[in-house]
Each structure stands twice: as structure tokens, then as C-alpha cells.
């Protein structure tokens, strides 16, 4: 069933969208709130795309956005057909941000909830700080993925870079691909029927075709 949807051209309003009284927002709002999902067509790369906008709704953005896109995000459910840039996805709270296209370092960097999905390729330091939340890429991943995590679940359905979990205190990650290296204090552990189960859970939630017993876990136990 095709979901009704309703078109906003804001591309000219939204070079900076972090001010509570830019009219664009009120706008966007009340689109929102008519329970449709909103399109947006992006022409040109926005840095700071909607930052801090605490809107429930669902959200589609056509195009490539810049740096900090969905920093803070709470409660929307954003899809953005496209590439974004550094920082994507910053201290998300709840919702759900799913980019189809290629992404920068540091995507979902201190996230505290939510569901940030990537169908495609993430740089370098992946949900770096992770709190909670779960954090699923479809792709490849460059290194230091699950830095500094303390707490949340990140899943790789593609190879993985150097340094996996590089200073992680608490935090699980599964990766389908190949790993290059661990860090010190990243461990591969049998895969347990509260892993498979809490697995499932994610790949689920996030729609994906991904099968269980492809992924191998790795547990942050510093010493």
C-alpha cells in the first residue's frame, strides 16, 4: 500500500535549520501533524539539516545533506534517500533515522535511543560514546566503529576497519564481514541464545533480510 504523502519545497529556508522561529518549522510542523509522511527535495548539500526539531511525524528527504543532519533527533521517523555528512545523527534520543546512501564519520555519535539504520557505507568512528539504542549498516564500516561505547547494540552487515570497539567500556556489536583488527579490550564471544534473541530484535525492527546465524558477536570486557 502506498502511503499518502505531502511535498514541502523548503530548500531555500534551510541552510541553517536550527532556529526555534525560522518560519519553515511552523510550516514543516503542521505538515506533520496531518499524519501524512512529508517529502522534502533537497537541491543543494544543508549543513545542520533540522537539528534539535522534537516533531513526531514521518519524514522523507530527497537528496544529500552536509554536516550534524538530525542532530538530536527525537521522535521523528526520517528517511533521507541520499548521502549525509559528518556527524549524522548526533545525541539521537528516540525515532528513527534511516539513511539510503553513504555516510561521514561519527554517524550517531552519542546516541542515547532510536534506531539509526544505513543502507550503505559508513567512514570512520561509528556511534562513537553509544548509550543505548541500536545502530544497524547494511555496509561496509571504517575503523574505530563502537568507539567509547557504553551501552547500546551495533550491527555491521558488511567488513569492518581497524581498532573495532576502540575504548569501549559496555556495549555489544555483531558484524556479518570480515574484521581487520580489535582492539584490546573487544571480545569475540560464542553466540548464546540471548545474543541470537536480542539480534533478531534489531534486524527486525530495523526491516531487514539479514539472517542470524551470518553475524558474529564481539563484547567490550575491559580489563
Avoid at 530527497?62 to 559528518?86: K, P, R, W
Avoid at 551495533?154 to 581498532?163: F, M, N, S, T
Avoid at 569501549?168 to 541470537?196: H, N, Q
Wanted: charged share 20%; net charge neutral.
Amino acid at each position: 500500500m502506498i502511503q499518502p504523502s505531502k511535498i514541502l519545497k523548503l530548500e531555500t529556508e534551510i541552510a541553517s535549520a536550527t532556529s526555534v522561529d525560522q518560519p519553515w518549522r511552523t510550516t514543516l510542523f503542521e505538515a506533520l501533524a496531518t499524519g501524512v509522511q512529508v517529502q522534502i527535495p533537497v537541491s543543494k548539500p544543508h549543513d545542520l539539516f533540522a537539528a534539535a526539531m522534537p516533531f513526531e511525524g514521518r519524514l522523507l528527504v530527497q537528496g544529500n545533506l552536509g554536516d550534524y543532519a538530525f542532530s538530536n533527533l527525537q521522535q521523528l521517523d526520517v528517511t533521507i534517500l541520499g548521502n549525509v555528512g559528518y556527524a549524522a545523527g548526533q545525541s539521537m534520543h528516540s525515532g528513527v533515522l534511516q539513511v539510503n546512501g553513504d555516510v561521514g564519520d561519527f554517524f550517531a555519535t552519542n546516541a542515547s535511543g532510536g534506531i539509526a539504520v544505513v543502507n550503505g557505507n559508513v567512514a570512520n568512528d561509528l556511534a562513537a560514546g553509544i548509550r543505548d539504542g541500536a545502530v544497524l549498516i547494511s555496509g561496509n564500516v571504517g575503523h574505530r566503529a563502537g568507539r567509547a561505547m557504553r551501552g547500546g547494540v551495533i550491527v555491521i552487515a558488511g567488513d569492518c576497519g581497524e581498532q573495532l570497539g576502540y575504548r569501549a567500556a559496555i556495549g555489544t556489536i555483531y558484524v556479518s564481514g570480515k574484521v581487520s583488527s580489535l582492539f584490546s579490550a573487544m571480545v569475540e564471544r560464542r553466540m548464546r541464545e540471548p545474543d541470537r534473541l536480542r539480534l533478531s530484535l534489531v534486524l527486525a525492527q530495523c526491516k531487514t533480510a539479514a539472517s542470524v546465524k551470518d553475524f558474529r558477536v564481539f563484547k567490550a570486557e575491559p580489563r
